[in-house]
């Protein structure tokens, strides 16, 4: 098995990074190949701009997407998206790694999927959910966070974690055609103990030994709807 | 009132960037002060790093968090982020426009959010939600995409833009304590006529001549847990 690592965490020392360390030691303890994008180390530029196309679709005007599209088959994106998109067309198990910043990926991992997510190649007019460019791979998140289990329960403060993020999983990875796993979520870390970190590492090292049985989150199939998206039942 | 609208769009020529201009035309209009943060023409640096701190609180580990607390407190956080701070804590209301990337804002918004949304002062501890500190502000996000108004309703194949945006709305924004509008949504903007953009600017002066008079979603109230954050009636 391919696996990509996309790591995004500001401190290389971080139980972030932990866990990241972890997974790399883990797959190629079973054999995998694993590619690591570590997006802080590279200085991964985040922002999708008009600098990423080499030459213009449309000089005049940019439509991000349309730019992706015309990049890719003329083989002008910008080298740093290229590599990032080979090494994901390669995989066979994406591995987002990073800490919950505002509910989310922080900003640098958010430019990648931005801008290494083209259009064209990962999804376009109707090739999304279960028609997406990426169908046949897997992907798991791998969080960190400051709150509490209980915060993110049913009757918790913020409601299921899933739903806070429903648009990485479901918007964005599960949107692409991944099969998704549920996220690994490492809950208040910032204020366990270190024993408790020494379990959470435990538990991830027993998730990534096992991820191959794992059943996907269910998202919604194309096959539910007609041509112009309406629900086939109405 | 005091307006900071906050644009993110790659194409100064956009649609976005329209509803952009309408909403400085309208506030000024209504007499209002308006400051414009335009992110791509800025150039704004949206990764979280220990370089957005001029000393830290701890040199050898970061907790981007408590470093923020740290260099708000001292004066020491980077000049860029003071500054954007500055412009928030003195708004009244915040205009978040930008076209939806991968169900969220792009990157580069998405840095902001991170860098400028400081623990200690927008946050921190148990305030949050309606203890959070920009409570007493509004805020309302506007936004374009490609996807069509059905393909987001309850039984669309998305579910509805509350659900995908929820880590924006109540997630970040609701979190920090400002009343959050319902967005202003442009549906498939790429595709419509330039009558149906006409009709879309039009909806949205409309909406930000009464903004005052909108009720702002329902999110969590902190009274309705106790301090370690269980719900009261449990």
Redesign the interface.
């Known amino acids: 098995m391919k696996v990509l690592i996309v790591h995004a965490h ?2 290389p ?1 971080s139980f972030s990074s932990a866990l990241k360390d972890t997974a790399i030691e883990v797959f190629r303890e079973g054999g995998h190949d694993v590619q690591v994008s570590d997006l ?1 180390a590279m200085g991964f530029n ?5 600098d990423d196309f080499g030459n213009r679709a449309n000089p005049d ?5 349309l730019e992706q599209r015309h990049g890719v088959s003329n083989g002008t994106i910008s080298p740093d998206i290229q590599r990032e998109l080979d090494k994901l067309m390669q995989c066979d198990l994406l591995v987002l790694n990073f800490p919950v ?8 991992l ?2 990648w ?2 801008r290494v ?1 083209v259009s064209g190649t990962v999804y376009g007019g109707t090739r999304f ?1 279960d028609r997406g460019g990426l169908r046949g791979k897997r992907a798991i998140v791998s969080v960190t966070l ?1 709150g ?1 289990a ?2 993110f329960g049913n ?4 409601g299921p974690i899933e ?6 999983l ?3 990875l599960g ?1 692409t055609g991944l099969d998704v796993l549920a996220p690994f979520v490492g809950w208040h870390v ?1 204020y366990v103990s270190n024993e408790e970190r020494l379990a959470l590492l435990k538990a991830w090292r027993q998730r990534l030994s096992s991820l191959e049985e794992e059943t996907p989150l269910a998202f ?1 199939s ?1 096959d539910d ?1 007609d041509e112009n ?3 086939k039942s ?1």
């Open positions: 500001p401190e020392k802080y985040p922002v999708a701009s008009v005007y940019c439509v991000y997407a910043f505002w509910f989310s990926t922080p900003a640098i958010k430019g999927l931005d997510l959910y400051g509490q209980h915060m009757d918790g403060v913020h739903g806070m993020l429903r648009h990485l479901q918007g964005t949107y910032p919604p194309l709807f998206m309406y629900p109405s």
